[in-house]
């Protein structure tokens, strides 16, 4: 039915009539399953998510050119299949929804690009041409656009389309405007004393209305239910359109998990944008490590205890002499320091020997849960 709506775009003084508009509407409803799904054709029991949204925007056109109202049971019908067909969508962990085609009936394979701007060019079709909201999820409205924004530069002109085309819907103020909140960076350094700053536009990059960002909490990402920053309120920078705020200053070197919410100064506007709930995104807090506690030592032949040990400054330029001989071992530790002067636990450490000859040894140093340590056998 897009050929009504150019005919009547290009040619507005001209009236396009559908005779039977109520018969078509209920032939095309009738095709429709429980679960908010429709089938292809009356032959065909299998039901297809794709073709769900092809029937949305054949039900929008026969609207359109309706020459009498559609009975408005029947629409109010279609708009709780609308909403039935949200609880088949997808979901990525970072909070991501899509819709993808659970089956392929004969027909070409639709992926879930594709399937995700047929529902979407569906739903905001019927949602031009009838009355009232429809009620959907906010949260996978939102999760939708981040699908759209987060897919990259598709590999066709026609997926490129479906993306461009779905972005722009979204943000059609058919449906509600998603409001998607993202950071100009997620690494933050302790050194430069970095300002934590958040954005919240539309899909399209669009200034969002007058909103309040606020930092629920932010765990370590190994410790989630110990959290090290709650309740804390982003200041709007009116000359950048940034929220921002300083950067903890409990917050020290590791990965974090900062949860963001957002809440809408005109309360009676919330049915006009698409939130979401709470965010989770991951920040990484960069800092100066520091060697402590370094030492080196030279262990007996038998039970390893300490026969030489010596302090080291690795940050000096101290000279130290040990002599050990081919029955002994050698024994070098230290910590690693945090700017907050907490234990430092890399994934790995690499501990670099330079010979008097310039040949270069390197070997990966325990962890022992306290320090650093590596035990080397003196050769011969």
Do not use: C
Not at 208 to 230: C, G, M, N
Not at 285 to 290: F, L, R, S, Y
Not at 328 to 347: A, N
């Amino acid at each position: 039915m897009r050929f009504a709506f150019i005919v009547e775009d290009q040619a507005p003084d001209i009236d396009v009539l559908l005779a039977d508009a109520d018969g078509t509407f209920h032939s095309i409803k009738a095709l429709s399953q429980s679960d908010g799904r429709w089938r292809y054709s009356s032959d065909n029991p299998e039901s297809s998510t794709y073709a769900a949204g092809l029937a949305l925007e054949a039900l929008a056109g026969v609207i359109s050119l309706a020459s009498s109202e559609i009975d408005q049971s029947r629409v109010n019908t279609v708009k709780s299949d609308i909403f039935k067909l949200f609880d088949s969508i997808q979901k990525y962990d970072d909070g991501t929804f899509y819709f993808d085609e659970k089956f392929g009936g004969g027909r070409e394979h639709q992926g879930s690009l594709s399937t995700s701007s047929s529902v979407v060019r569906g739903i905001t079709s019927f949602a031009a041409v009838t009355s009232g909201k429809i009620d959907l999820p906010g949260d996978k409205i939102l999760g939708l656009a981040k699908y759209f924004l987060g897919i990259g530069l598709p590999g066709s002109a026609k997926d490129f389309f479906n993306q461009i085309e779905s972005l722009a819907l979204l943000e059609s103020k058919r449906v509600p405007v998603p409001l998607v909140l993202s950071l100009p960076a997620t690494v933050y350094s302790l050194s430069k004393k970095d300002q934590l700053k958040v954005t919240v536009n539309t899909v399209l990059g669009s200034a969002a209305p007058p909103l309040t960002v606020k930092l629920v909490r932010a765990f370590h990402a190994d410790a989630k239910h110990s959290a090290v920053i709650e309740g804390n309120e982003l200041q709007y920078d009116q000359s950048s359109g940034l929220h921002v705020m300083g950067f903890p200053d409990n917050a020290d070197v590791g990965t974090y998990v900062f949860v963001f919410e957002t809440a809408l100064h005109d309360s009676g506007s919330e049915n006009d944008y698409a939130i979401g709930g709470q965010i989770h995104v991951p920040i990484y807090v960069t800092g100066i490590v520091k060697v402590s506690n370094a030492e080196i030592a030279v262990l007996g032949s038998d039970l390893g205890s300490d026969e030489t040990q010596k302090t080291l400054d690795l940050a000096g330029t101290d000279v130290v002499s040990l002599s050990a001989n081919h029955l002994q071992k050698l024994r070098f530790s230290f910590q690693l320091i945090t700017p907050h002067g907490h234990t430092f636990k890399p994934r790995q450490a690499l501990l670099k020997l330079k010979h008097e000859t310039k040949y270069e040894h390197i070997f990966v140093v325990r962890n022992t849960g306290k320090k650093f340590e590596i035990i080397l056998v003196v050769p011969f």
